[in-house]
């Protein structure tokens, strides 16, 4: 199933990427807002696959983290304090973002740190989470300041992935 999976989302992908990149396509190919079509694109991966166990297959699972990251993106308020070679977000927002902030930086810090030579600790303040980011020299400062907060979640690429995983009830993280 794991080579299946993989395969059929690597043509997913590609043929996205060269639908995206013909300006003289006849059809359009995005499915729309950006939840919507992440969840698409894990239907797509399911119904493609012929030992895709139904039984297991669970979409709510996956629309709640992905309402998480809506959240965080859109409405989340982010500080941001620098000390040398460390730099702290405070990523706050109100009770509902409060809860998608938590979830989501206290999931992350781990994937940035094991993706990253930085130490990246994170915790809960009230109204969401901190995260403390430390770096190694000021080029590798430069970067983490250059991608903020918002840049800094998207690192790890694990998110495709992660996303089939919740869908058939396999633990993500």
Known sequence: MKLGLLSAAMLFVASNAMAQHAHSSVSPS???QSQFAAIAEIVTLLRDDPDTDWAQVDIQALRDP???MDNVTTRASVERTVDGLSVTFMVTGDDVV??????MV???SPMLQGSSDWTVTAGEIDNGAFML???G?????????GLGFFGLMTIGAHHQQHHLMIVVGRPPH
Do not use: C, F, N, W
Not at 137 to 145: K, R, T, Y
């Open 106 to 108: 206290l999931a992350h």
């Open 98 to 103: 409060a809860s998608s902030i938590r979830r």
């Open 137 to 145: 020299s000021d080029d590798e400062m430069s970067q983490v300041l």
């Open 30 to 32: 995005e499915t729309g």
């Open 133 to 135: 980011v430390q770096v």
């Open 66 to 68: 992905l309402v998480d």
